[in-house]
């Protein structure tokens, strides 16, 4: 089966579930901006759950199926095949020459598209994510343009979901964890990151998320000697706004860190849009 | 040699050993990394060695952080059953004009002929402290003071691959095409990022030598990484 590129999209990248091994390397983890809904793409359509998927960011594209097949798309978005508006989070048939058309319709920043099957891709490091730094993984290690046309090869098929719920509204909490550096902060940082709300910058994409509207005082030195960090992690550089570092942020990094987005509310703080505001709160282990 | 436990959100922690970069520092950092490698199976998805501190990546359904922090105590209490082998690396550079975009800057500031500085980058041998910040980029260590060179003011926006540069007390190779703020001294044709395994080690030593331009258009890409000894 193809599926071929009408168009793009804003951005359209290949991802699974990422990688670690080289994350000592310092090649990062990548993977699905919102990991939960690749799953569960891949569930819908009885894939194996870290099958790669198309992660379609804000403004999604349109794509022609070549082939009859199963797909699902995974989100808040607004689906249409040809002209008719298709249900979201369930397994839907479609037919060769179908066209395929993906909004986020401002509900969210990522929907993910899987296919039944598993969609050549290539590997880098244990995974099919694109990492577009590298110029490495997914389709040439790139973004999809307009023409390009993906191969889908039968793939080992589990028994599929039909349906699945998810919420239509973003969690507006998100929880946050003590990391390495969080005692270095003054108590007044700590009691402020919870109590203010941020506004996520525009300048966010998938290595990191700046956060404005509220500044943090900081740690007395401002810097740390670099050490490994996790996705999810809020640095605090000296200017005292925090960035969030997302899937594809450096391995390492030599900002305090004040804490780090809890792995099962990643994924919503991901699909915060430019402009859009959030708050947080601590989770105690 | 004690670590201090720092907690890391959920699936994490921090083990450091202090804030000073030193070798006795780097080699149980080195020796914990290759230790905790083999426990994949048990739960311990990655490790992330740095200068003074590793991070440990695990799974929670399969281990505690409690029992990591117990297997990483035991690890660095038997440390003299380690094994310890040294590899060293031979990176091809061309200093060549052509590729030394920053030559006159650096002659300037350090009062040194080319030459001489294209022979105190080669003459040191430098240690491998950790990888990280891109895929392939290794902080190195040990490079000559008579060659120390402030960054940039302002960063060029793309530095292309394989440029080689001097920063502060650093000197090292972009693997790939970034925007960077070194003093560009040469290219080495050299495919640091690798595909699937690692092409170098932290802890490898390394060493810079020189090579022509005409030797620089054909070199394969691929880096010399010899085991020099096994104790």
Redesign the interface.
């Known amino acids: 089966m193809k599926l071929e590129v009408l168009h793009p999209g804003l951005s359209t990248t290949i991802q699974d579930s990422g990688r670690v091994n080289g994350l000592a390397y310092g090649v990062p983890k990548g993977g699905a901006m919102d990991l939960k809904l690749m799953y569960l793409a891949n569930r819908l359509v009885g894939n194996t759950i870290t099958n790669p998927v198309l992660e379609l960011t804000m403004q999604g594209g349109r794509y022609r199926f070549g082939g009859d097949s199963i797909i699902a798309v995974t989100g808040r978005g607004d689906v249409f095949i040809n002209s008719d508006k298709i249900e979201l989070n369930s397994r839907v048939f479609v037919s060769k020459g179908d066209v395929l058309r993906v909004n986020s319709g401002g509900k969210g920043r990522y929907n993910y598209l899987s296919l039944q099957g598993r969609i050549e891709a290539e590997e880098f490091w244990g995974s099919c994510s694109t990492y577009e730094l590298a110029k490495k993984g997914g389709y040439n290690g790139r973004k999809l343009e307009k023409g390009d046309v993906l191969s889908i090869k039968k793939g080992l098929q589990n028994e599929s979901v039909l349906l699945a719920e998810v919420s239509m509204v973003n969690k507006s909490v998100i929880r946050i964890v003590k990391a390495p550096e969080s005692d270095d902060f003054p108590e007044k940082d700590v009691d402020q990151i919870v109590k203010s709300s941020f506004k996520v910058s525009p300048y966010s994409n998938r290595m990191g998320y700046r956060l404005s509207e509220c500044l943090l005082e900081g740690t007395s030195s401002g810097n740390i000697i670099s050490s490994g960090c996790i996705p999810g992690t809020i640095q605090v550089p000296s200017s005292g706004a925090p960035i969030v570092l997302m899937a594809d942020s450096p391995t390492t990094g030599g900002y305090p860190r004040i804490g780090v987005i809890h792995p099962e509310d990643l994924g919503d703080f991901a699909q915060k849009l430019p402009g859009e505001m959030v708050k947080f709160k601590w989770f105690e282990l | 040699m004690k670590f201090e436990v ?7 922690i ?1 083990l ?1 050993f202090g ?1 000073e ?1 030193s070798l006795d520092v780097h080699n149980q950092v080195k020796q914990l ?1 290759a230790e905790l490698r083999n426990y994949a199976k048990k739960g311990i ?11 440990i ?1 695990f799974e929670p359904a399969v281990i505690s952080s409690k029992d990591v922090v117990e297997l990483s105590k035991n690890i660095v209490c038997n440390n003299k059953s380690q094994k310890y082998k040294k590899y060293k690396v031979r990176i091809p550079v061309c200093y060549d004009k052509h590729f030394a975009l920053d030559w006159e800057v650096v002659c300037d500031y350090t009062g040194l002929k080319w030459e001489e500085v294209v022979d105190l980058h080669c003459r040191n041998e430098y240690l491998v402290y ?8 290794l ?1 190195l260590g040990g490079l000559n003071d008579q060659i120390r060179i402030p960054r940039k003011s302002s960063p060029r926006l793309k530095t292309p691959v394989g440029a080689v540069g001097l920063a502060d007390n650093q000197t090292g190779v972009y ?2 095409e ?1 925007p960077g703020g070194w003093q560009l001294i040469g290219n080495a044709p050299v495919d640091l ?4 395994t ?2 170098v080690e ?1 802890g490898d030593y390394l060493e810079f030598f020189p090579i022509t331009k005409k030797q620089h258009t054909s070199y394969s890409k691929q880096i010399e990484r010899i085991l020099v000894y096994e104790t």
Request: hydrophobic fraction near 45%; charged fraction near 10%; aromatic fraction near 14%.
């Open positions: 720092k907690p890391y959100g959920t699936d994490a921090l450091s804030d970069i990394y998805r990655a490790v992330i060695p740095s200068y003074c501190a590793v991070t990546l950790m990888l990280g910040f891109i895929p392939g980029f902080y693997p790939l970034t990022v690798g595909a699937n690692a092409v932290m």
